[in-house]
């Protein structure tokens, strides 16, 4: 009978150690209760297992191979479904980061099960996970059951914690071979290319300034930036804005763009369409500055402002600055 949890971790890119969701999703998978098992698949992850049993896996089922040196379905579902039909568990959890949402529905497919993605809640009913989404633009939740076993979901970032971290727990490390040829991976990877980005990335930023077409233009992300180097986070922006050239592309929040949830959300300009809310509905603090009282984005805020943008931010950047400096 499938029993337990089983989490597909992932590393940073590049050997910089575990990705933050691994943590994150052994936070999820304890909460569920049974074992869990984490499994790492990649070059040169075999260091990373002694971390995991820190974070609460029990057990960690080690491929480090160098065909799977960079995620290539081909080669990771073909070793994720073996271990699957091994382990035999009740639950496999997946960050919804790239890798998982391209692994977790192929997966579910080889199975012959299904897959709730981009979760923001998970709970067990008896031996029946509950499975709950956001759904429309982010203004309600959805929850699901998954008839197939095992029941596969993936995590939205940071909507769990990962668990505190103990060094003297030691979880049980099984090592196996990827046993997938080269010849079978029928992609390759002829060219990468990096975008620079500055400072803190969006998904990673603990307080995110965001600005909408009430800026009035691409000047008005200046104060915007000034106000997130002093507070240590990171500049966003609506898809409007994108799409007129404004701002970077990589910055856009959204249905269409990155969801995030830093500790805070500062909306500069921003009305509050649907597409953008959902890109921020796991935020519980939205600071929201616009001149028009009736703006929906004051709905979702804890704190509003009513003015303009270019008295308000100045005064309140010089404000943040003093109180830095204090």
Known sequence: MPSGVLVFGEAVEGGGGLAPVTGE?????????????????????????KECGALGADKVIVVDD????????????????????????????FGQTTIGRDMAPRLAARL??????DCVELSLDGEKLQASRSCYGGSARARYTINGTPQIATLRAKVYDPPERDDSRQAEV??????VSADAIRTRIVSRRK????????????????????????????????????????????????????????????????????????AVGISGASQHMAGIS????????NKDPEANIFQAARFGV????????PAFTEKVRELKAG
């Open 306 to 313: 009513v003015g303009d943008w270019k008295e308000v931010i």
């Open 174 to 179: 099984a090592k196996q071979s990827a046993d």
């Open 25 to 49: 999703l052994l936070g999820a998978a304890k909460s569920l209760g049974g074992p869990v098992t984490c499994v790492l698949l990649g070059a040169g992850v075999e260091g990373l297992a």
């Open 195 to 266: 975008e620079e980005v500055e400072g803190v990335r969006l998904e990673d930023a603990p307080v995110v300034v965001s600005g909408g077409r009430g800026l009035g233009g691409p000047e008005g992300f200046q104060p915007l930036e000034e106000l997130a180097g002093i507070l240590g986070g990171a500049v966003g922006a609506t898809r409007a804005v994108c799409d007129m050239g404004w701002y970077p592309v990589a910055a856009q929040v959204g249905l269409t763009g990155k969801v995030v949830t830093p500790d805070l959300y500062i």
């Open 66 to 93: 160098e065909v799977l040196k960079d995620y290539q379905g081909d080669a990771y579902v073909h070793v994720g479904e073996r271990i699957c039909k091994e382990a035999d568990p009740s639950v496999v959890l």
């Open 282 to 289: 796991q935020v519980k603090n939205i600071v929201a500055i």
């Open 112 to 117: 012959g099960t299904a897959v709730a993605m």
